[in-house]
């Protein structure tokens, strides 16, 4: 009796979900049966969507420890399919970004990883806003398959080691279901909620470690450097508590990284990258980010021996030959990668002219995607592969007065000058020499 | 030309959900015309729940301005009907109470404004949680009618002068849209959200001025009295910011009015304080709300006067004659007001022990309600009119163990075990004499 007793005592008794409503606002913490019992009653529909926003939006003043939040990753995760590549001897880390204008490194660090001897699982989704994805970008590749099921991307992993597919919905549905109607209940920007997110669908895709980029200004989602920070912490400390490697750089995005944004010319400069060639800026980002993978991974074990693995594999062209065969796998024509002059040019390309001579001081990136955005969109929202901006005049450079400070390419002149007011508003010009940015801000393990 | 585009200017762009709920998230004020977009949506079952819910948790941390809360009432007022009594003379005073366990004094004060001269509307909800609601004590009295349409409720008025009937659905609809679902979002404890709410409902009913109760302690929803003066200044103010007069008074709620709780007994303790009797505790908050009212209706211009009058329409049994005339009017059997004696009696009467001599140092209201709630309640969740607890001893009293804290009168014997629990438990008795709780904490006006 006294046993039966004990045993009824540790049952968990659920909770009305406005009790649980009630105890987040006024700051209390969630246990681990509660957290589980919310994520599961997500799952099954049976909390109603009004609670689900009233419990996010209390979130989002309150926050989550760092328990409560890897509790509700690890939950999220098991919400779903949790990809098992536990047969492969090989390492395997992940890579996260919370995206930005021009960035191609995902393109470049997955082969490159996996020409170094990691395994480099990418599930992305849809990126806000104005930035153009890492899929809207690989899909300037003819016929690339981009929704490989499960099995499909395991198999692939096993004989390519890198695979970059589509957000799967079967990874961490309560994300899913969580994630849109954050998106209409304005509670995108919660520390836990975006750590809770980013955890489970990466950890979903069976990494042991993480290398996150956390990026802050004016062409990312935030625009506050501290607020980065405490992401990467964040993300870092919580996924340290779930028992995987994680370390995350927070780096630059107050001006496009390399020098043109458009998903073609992208697309033929993640291939210069993977050749150790193109704008210097870009390849810091894959040096510093691959050092990172491999460092993670253990495949080397100081700074150096991380720099020489990363230069090597992009010298000696295995990592574009791992871009090769990704690509291949995926279906898609490789010809484009031997000779990337194949990819469509537009039919104008045009000067955007400086006002007057200067230094360039700021960059707004936010502008210069939306202005390519609005150039390339055709009315299915898809982008024309061969437009965009390239020669992109950076923060620091001199100018005179009329000459480039980029190269608009473009196929429709209906649609010139709406963009053209989004690209001139980005830059502003000085008589002084601005201080350059740090590229790397922070590194945080 | 010019004055087509001012006009254009001047128009209303209907903003998204989630703008709204972002904006209030980050602390902004609401304009007019976003008030009036978000209870019109609301109205319409345009503005989905969930984002209903995501905003009013927003608003429970951020707040509202004085400003934004009179419109949010304004437009919750004009979402229903609103009762025009401007026909009718006299002048038009509402009394809302937050609620409290024992408290008759709406029995009484309808009837008392009534007699003195002042049109008393009520439309009474039914009362958070454990509190037994004025609708239940006016149910004791058999035949009464409480669902009257608004045409009967206004003839009534013009009549008699006053009523008391349940909250009636087309008045400020928008509020029992938003009650419903604040209930289930953990959201009913935000002053802006309460202030409106009040305003909106009693404001619709014809009124010109309200007095206001606003009770704190064990026995109200609100247990901490800076809040309570918090409620009854954002109430005044607000109201005179929609030019209506408004007072309030702060009043004790941390033990039982009066001598009796149960729908019968209670009744019973109105018809004493009617004919100015009844215990002091009750007779001191209906002569000092009293006054509230007179005064605010212009119909006593001084201190003196008003404590006069209200004196006068007890002792002269005029406000008693209105009781009977406004239950006649609703169908009620006046025999009972005429000889209370005939109210049901309960099978069983014993007391409840104190288990050791001392002074009545605290008592717990809302423990003593839910005991008499337990025992009253049959299985549809009605109230045994014949049920509850009398001669309750209150705070200070000197009791000798053994000797009565209160007699329990109960018809069903197999939930006496329950229900003393709940009553044995309210109680805390103390070897030195305590100091007696001031009845009147505040005024606001």
Redesign the interface.
């Known amino acids: 009796m006294a046993q039966k007793s004990l045993l009824a005592s540790r049952k968990f008794i659920k909770p009305s ?3 649980l ?2 105890k987040k ?1 006024d700051g209390g913490e969630f246990s681990e049966e509660e957290i589980r019992y919310i994520v599961d009653s997500i799952l099954d529909k049976e909390m ?7 419990l ?3 979130i ?2 309150q926050g989550m420890s760092a328990q409560e939040t890897a509790t509700f990753a690890e939950e999220m995760m098991l919400s779903g399919e949790v990809i098992d590549l536990s047969k492969l001897a090989k390492p395997k880390i992940a890579k996260y970004s919370t995206g930005g204008v021009g960035d191609k490194t995902t393109l470049v660090l997955a082969p490159l990883a996996a020409a170094s001897g990691v395994i480099m699982p990418c599930m992305n989704g849809v990126d806000e806003n104005f930035v153009i994805s890492t899929l809207d970008k690989l899909s300037a590749i003819p016929k690339i398959e981009l929704d490989a099921d499960l099995k499909d991307f395991v198999k692939q992993l096993t004989d390519v080691n890198c695979a970059i597919i589509q957000q799967h919905p079967e990874i961490a549905p309560v994300d899913g279901i969580l994630y849109e ?1 954050r ?5 995108i920007p919660s520390l836990p909620l975006i750590t809770g997110s980013v955890l489970a669908k990466k950890l979903s895709e069976g990494a042991e470690g993480l290398v996150i980029d956390v990026k802050w200004g004016n062409g990312s989602y935030i625009k506050d450097v501290e607020q980065a920070k405490q992401l990467a912490r964040s993300i870092t400390r919580v996924g340290r508590s779930m028992k995987r490697r994680c370390v995350a750089l927070v780096t630059d995005m107050n001006q496009p990284l390399g020098d043109c944004v458009g998903t073609g010319l992208e697309i033929q400069e993640a291939i210069q990258l993977l050749k150790g060639e193109g704008p210097e800026d870009l390849q810091e980002l894959v040096l510093k980010l691959g050092m990172e993978i491999v460092r993670l991974a253990g495949v080397a074990g100081s700074t150096l021996s991380a720099k020489q693995t990363v230069q090597r594999h992009l010298k000696d062209g295995s990592a574009l030959e791992k871009f090769k065969e990704m690509v291949a796998a995926q279906g898609g024509d490789t010809s484009y990668i031997d000779d990337p002059e194949k990819f469509p040019k537009a039919k104008y390309i045009r000067k955007l002219p400086a006002p007057k001579r200067g230094y360039v001081h700021t960059i707004n990136a936010g502008m210069i995607a939306r202005g390519v955005q609005m150039l390339a969109s055709n009315k299915k929202g898809k982008l024309d592969p061969a437009v965009g901006v390239s020669e992109i005049k950076k923060v620091g450079t001199q100018v005179k007065q009329g000459e480039p400070l980029m190269m608009i390419h473009y196929n429709d002149e209906a649609k010139l000058d709406g963009a053209l007011e989004y690209l001139r508003s980005a830059y502003r010009l000085a008589p002084k020499r601005p201080n350059p940015p740090d590229l790397v801000v922070e590194r945080v393990a």
């Open positions: 979900f406005s009790y409503v009630e606002r109603p969507e009004f609670q689900m926003a009233a996010a939006m209390a989002f003043f109607l998106q209409n209940t304005a509670t």
